[in-house]
């Protein structure tokens, strides 16, 4: 049972072909916005808009890279083309490599913070003009734990996460005077196929099957679990929501414990 708190809302979610985009995308959807669905998964991207107008909702599909800033720029006047305002956007799109230091080529690097970081900034900055126009809106960056504290093998992901944290402060400093807020969540180990690559690949290294490492990371947690998308979906949702409207600047830990401070 969920509330209907984006009727004639439009949302905007990037990395929305999977995990926690298509958590968020799902639950905007469910609550009765409409919603752009970003990604260049472009299945995947199609098959949650599928589901998110199985849910009743208004949904279209665009290819975006946002590492691509004419391609971010041509997306968002398509989107403010089709629906004339944008009230939410959450910045999903992310990938992680998962490399040791000295493995860490420059290339890798480069991309990562392309895609984790400046992906972050375009899309921002797109969409700040409308929202303060607007003087209303709600910026979700999805950064991570490791936003704040740091595992092995992590450099760039890291760097990147900690970016989008300070980023998330600097746009909410722009946009307070607007009305319009920006904050970000930073999520523990949730179940997407993100983490279960991610488990193939460390496990092996580490002599472990997927399935083995991943008990380890739930054991790892206060809570001996690892989070569901639609547990970061669901504070994405309360950001955007009036009862959020004087929370700004902030990077919240949706993490089952693992980060206090
Ligand atoms: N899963 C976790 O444990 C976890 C924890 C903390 C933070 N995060 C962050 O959450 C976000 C979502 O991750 P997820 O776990 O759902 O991963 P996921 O791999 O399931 O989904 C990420 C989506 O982003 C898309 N994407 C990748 N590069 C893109 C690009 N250049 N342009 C547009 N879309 C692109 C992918 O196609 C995919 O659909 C990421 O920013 C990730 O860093 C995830």
């Avoid at 080529?105 to 700040?128: E, H, K, P, Y």
């Avoid at 950001?239 to 206090?260: F, K, N, P």
């Amino acid at each position: 049972m969920h509330f209907q708190r984006f009727i004639d809302k439009v949302a905007v979610v990037t990395g929305a072909g999977s995990g926690i985009g298509r958590a968020c995308a799902e639950r905007f959807a469910q609550e009765g916005a409409r919603v752009a669905c970003l990604d260049v998964n472009d299945a995947g991207n199609e098959a949650v808009v599928e589901s998110c107008r199985d849910l009743g909702a208004e949904a279209m599909a665009w290819h975006c890279d946002v590492s691509n800033e004419a391609e971010v720029t041509r997306v968002f006047e398509e989107i403010l083309a089709r629906w004339g305002r944008v009230d939410i956007l959450v910045a999903a799109a992310g990938i992680y490599t998962g490399s040791p230091l000295p493995e860490v080529s420059l290339a890798q690097w480069r991309r990562l913070i392309d895609i984790n970081l400046t992906g972050v900034f375009l899309c921002n900055r797109a969409v700040a003009p409308t929202m303060m126009a607007q003087r209303s809106g709600s910026i979700i960056n999805i950064s991570s734990m490791a936003g704040k504290t740091s595992f092995p093998a992590s450099a760039e992901y890291s760097a990147s996460k900690s970016g989008v944290i300070g980023l998330t402060r600097s746009v909410a400093m722009d946009l307070a005077p607007y009305g319009a807020t920006a904050n970000a969540i930073c999520p523990g180990n949730t179940l997407t196929e993100m983490v279960r690559r991610v488990a193939g690949i460390v496990g092996a290294k580490e002599g472990l099957t997927a399935e083995q490492w991943l008990e380890k990371r739930a054991q790892d947690c206060p809570m001996k679990r690892l989070a569901e998308p639609w547990e970061i979906a669901g504070v994405a949702a309360f950001l955007a929501s009036e009862d959020a409207r004087y929370i700004t600047g902030q990077a919240i830990e949706v993490d089952g414990g693992m980060v206090m401070c």
